[in-house]
């Protein structure tokens, strides 16, 4: 299987898989995810063979997922009954990287074309239901128990939707579920409005349709929605500890941009 064979925005679990498999290489690694070194092996045998195939340059989108998988971990310690929304899942191992007990049903969520890829890749699990949908069209809703407490995590998603197609999707997941937890990360105004210029996203020929200075603010899109923190990612402690020299040389200069530093945002709210 060749990433050729993806289209558009699909496309974009690339990088952030690329990310995760180098990282697993790293002598001390920020994820440990061997799911994802294999993955990336099987969408693209040379994926490591090419000019900066090797390079760390991707760690902060790990530190991304390891603070969604911290977030996940403490609300599932708590809420043992959970139904966990993993939304545009990519070829992202989290289930199993979190391992929640068999009490929990997790649902990993994508277009068909990838969740046809995940069960090529990753080993079925009990518990864990794969969605091939559109997130946006949310009759997929009605195949989730209700009654339960809810985890919503998009992780690299909220910025391919549009912000009606978010609010719908937040709304509907919120007036569905008692309480819950919701995480995702955006990126910036500034971000979403180069996103067209920028050569990965071209050549993918995708581009970021959403995005948000302050993104504490889409709690105001639901009288039970309520902003809780803010996780940090390009400037992250965990990415200055753990990455090599050159990346965080490159971080600190990037970071000295205005605007680079919070370019995107990883923030959770819970109802
Ligand atoms: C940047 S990747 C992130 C993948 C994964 N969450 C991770 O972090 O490794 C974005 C993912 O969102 C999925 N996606 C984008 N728009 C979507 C939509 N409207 N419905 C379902 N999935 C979508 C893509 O197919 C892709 O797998």
Redesign the pocket.
């Known amino acids: 299987m060749e990433d050729g064979e993806l289209v558009g925005?699909?496309k974009?679990?690339t990088p952030?898989?690329r990310a995760?498999a180098l990282d697993n290489r790293l002598p001390d690694p920020i994820l440990g995810d061997h799911y994802a070194e294999e993955a990336m092996r099987r969408l693209d045998p040379d994926y490591d063979h090419r000019r900066f195939g090797t390079s760390q340059l991707g760690l902060a989108a790990v530190v991304r997922?390891k603070a969604h998988d911290d977030w996940a971990r403490s609300f599932l310690a708590e809420h043992s009954d959970a139904v966990v929304l993993h939304?545009?899942?990519?070829?992202?191992a989290r289930v199993y990287r979190i391992d929640p007990p068999a009490t929990v049903d997790w649902y990993d969520?994508?277009?068909p074309a990838?969740i046809e890829l995940r069960q090529q890749f990753l080993p079925p699990r009990e518990h864990c239901t794969l969605i091939g949908?559109?997130?946006?069209d949310l009759t997929w809703l009605d195949r989730i128990p209700r009654g339960r407490p809810v985890l919503m995590i998009a992780?690299?998603?909220v910025p391919?939707?549009t912000e009606a197609d978010v609010r719908r999707l937040l709304a509907g997941v919120v007036d569905a579920f008692p309480s819950g937890q919701i995480q995702l990360d955006t990126v910036s105004v500034w971000a979403w409005r180069t996103s067209k210029w920028d050569p990965t996203l071209r050549r993918y020929g995708t581009r970021f349709r959403c995005g948000f200075d302050d993104p504490a603010a889409l709690a105001g899109w639901h009288p039970r929605l309520e902003y809780v923190d803010e996780a940090p990612m390009n400037d992250s402690p965990l990415l200055m500890a753990k990455a090599p020299a050159n990346v965080r040389r490159m971080y600190r200069i990037l970071n000295l941009l205005p605007g680079m530093k919070r370019s995107s945002r990883i923030v959770r709210f819970r109802f």
């Open positions: 925005v699909q974009t679990l952030v898989l995760k997922a939304l545009g899942c990519g070829l992202d969520l994508d277009y990838i949908s559109g997130v946006t992780e690299g998603l391919y939707l």
